[in-house]
């Protein structure tokens, strides 16, 4: 993702940390082209080719190991399971199985993918001591609204069903997500507690929950800095039709009601277009008596949680996300 800055400084740019405005005003000098301007299928490969260059270096895990879980109409959806060690890639009936966490990807439901999302799933195992599964849920505008919700709460059913398959414990089950994904997984912690599956947990990482991004945020970064208001409309134009769009499963805080779902943590980054609707996330969440936490990191954008090796405050929020998770499947 990318954003210019103009000859004029914007109003955002004191906000940001040192870090993080070094990091906004290298995105500036490399001059990419828009992803909006590039089309979904150039802007999948530019998003990949940039996706770690800020992240810390890759955990050395058991190897991702390659998985398929069908989803509703019988497509095979690519998923990769991740151990938190070496020592815990076990495939015998003898090892106690593990919690596991499913994770949806962020890109705007257009970009991004297991790759993409690689170095960070392998930190939340490794860090919280819990299996990861990450999910390549089919993107628009090839599969539109709500193929993505579709293929994430099947994948969590499948988890909840069979994954003492892969050796991992159905019965303590989280979702997360950043982003996109985020907003994914907010949707199917919803749909589990109405389908009757127990999550331990929810991971909100900047999630989108509002049908017409028209929130003061939205307003005061629309030109950024990572994401702005251009790249925004291209995604959802790619994604959902507009009379679709006040349709809970795209926008979560239009749910009817959120009693009884699962503890959730938001993670939100105070220069970011989202992080009014996160905030208002969190607050309907306590209004239903859900457990929430709410960690609101500020001076740095969206996007943040994969820019490590830069900014100090994405380690914090691992860290965050680790304890977490620990805490909610008791490890």
């Not at 955990?59 to 879980?69: K, M, R």
């Not at 998923?79 to 966490?101: D, F, K, Q």
């Not at 629309?222 to 809970?248: C, H, M, S």
Request: glycine share 6%; charged share 20%; hydrophobic share 45%.
């Amino acid at each position: 993702m990318s954003s210019s800055l103009h000859s004029e400084p914007p109003l955002w740019l004191p906000r940001l940390t040192p870090a993080m405005r070094q990091v906004v005003e290298r995105i500036a000098r490399a001059r990419h082209t828009p992803m909006q301007e590039l089309g979904a299928v150039q802007a999948r490969r530019a998003y990949a080719m940039g996706s770690q260059t800020l992240e810390l270096p890759a955990l050395v895990l058991a190897q991702g190991t390659e998985q398929t879980i069908v989803a509703r109409d019988g497509t095979p959806l690519r998923a990769r399971l991740y151990w938190p060690s070496p020592s815990t890639e076990r495939a015998t009936a003898a090892v106690a199985p593990l919690p596991v966490v499913l994770y949806l990807h962020g890109g705007g439901f257009t970009i991004g993918s297991v790759e993409t999302h690689d170095i960070l799933c392998r930190r939340m195992a490794s860090l919280s001591g819990a299996a990861v599964v990450s999910l390549d849920y089919r993107l628009a505008p090839e599969r539109r609204f709500p193929c993505a919700v579709h293929d994430a709460f099947d994948a969590l059913c499948w988890l909840g069903s069979q994954g003492h398959e892969w050796g991992l414990d159905g019965r303590r089950l989280a979702v997360a997500g950043d982003s996109a994904g985020g907003t994914l997984a907010a949707v199917a912690a919803i749909q589990a507690r109405d389908a009757g599956i127990a999550l331990a947990a929810q991971v909100l990482i900047y999630p989108g929950t509002t049908a017409h991004q028209d929130t003061e945020s939205h307003h005061f970064y629309a030109t950024g800095p990572v994401l702005n208001k251009p790249l925004i409309d291209w995604f959802f134009r790619q994604y959902i039709d507009w009379d679709e769009r006040t349709d809970w499963r795209f926008a979560p805080l239009l749910a009817p009601e959120l009693e009884a779902v699962a503890p959730a943590l938001l993670v939100l980054a105070e220069c970011d277009p989202l992080v009014d609707e996160g905030l208002a996330y969190a607050d309907r969440l306590r209004l239903a008596g859900v457990d929430v936490e709410l960690e609101l990191y500020r001076g740095v954008a969206h996007e943040f949680i994969k820019m490590g090796h830069a900014l100090p405050e994405a380690m914090q929020a691992h860290r965050a996300i680790a304890a977490w998770l620990q805490r909610a499947f008791s490890l």
